[in-house]
């Protein structure tokens, strides 16, 4: 038996990994509708994933060099590419990371303007963590106007 995905402006409850990333990157910047858990969870797992490999390569082939002194050096035009790498990642995805955030509160009935509260250190990221957890709720529908 086949599942067909819900279209684009509908939530994807029990989304796969590979549904979950292709809607990531078709609604890049959409910030109204809803996201469910997995599409959200699926996405933070993915760029965790993928950002530490990127942070991590540099050093791991001896692109940056830490000294002793805890200081850092970039070694050749490797360090510079991979560098660049991880930056054109972090800024590519900085903005639909926060769009799928303003869709997953969506989907848990709060507004997206909690975001802002993430500014606020430890107690934001709690609160956000609280939220992106919680189960979707009939209110989110709201949202999808």
């Not at 086949?2 to 910030?31: C, E, M, S, V, W």
């Not at 791991?60 to 050096?73: P, Q, W």
């Not at 800024?91 to 509260?117: E, K, N, Q």
């Amino acid at each position: 038996m086949t599942h067909t995905a819900p279209p684009l402006d509908q939530p994807y409850y029990g989304a796969p990994l590979g549904a979950a990333i292709r809607r990531f990157f078709a609604k890049y910047a959409t910030f109204r509708g809803r996201a469910s858990r997995s599409e959200y969870w699926w996405w933070v797992l993915t760029g965790a994933v993928v950002g530490t490999v990127l942070n991590a390569l540099p050093t791991l082939t001896d692109g940056i060099r830490i000294e002793a002194d805890g200081s850092t050096t970039i070694t050749g035009p490797l360090g510079v590419i991979l560098g660049l790498v991880w930056v054109v990642w972090a800024v590519g995805t900085f903005l639909p990371t926060v769009a799928v955030l303003v869709r997953r509160l969506h989907d848990a009935g709060h507004s997206g303007f909690w975001i802002l509260i993430g500014v606020l250190p430890v107690i934001g990221a709690i609160v956000l963590l609280v939220f992106t957890v919680q189960g979707p709720r009939p209110e989110g529908v709201r949202f999808d106007r």
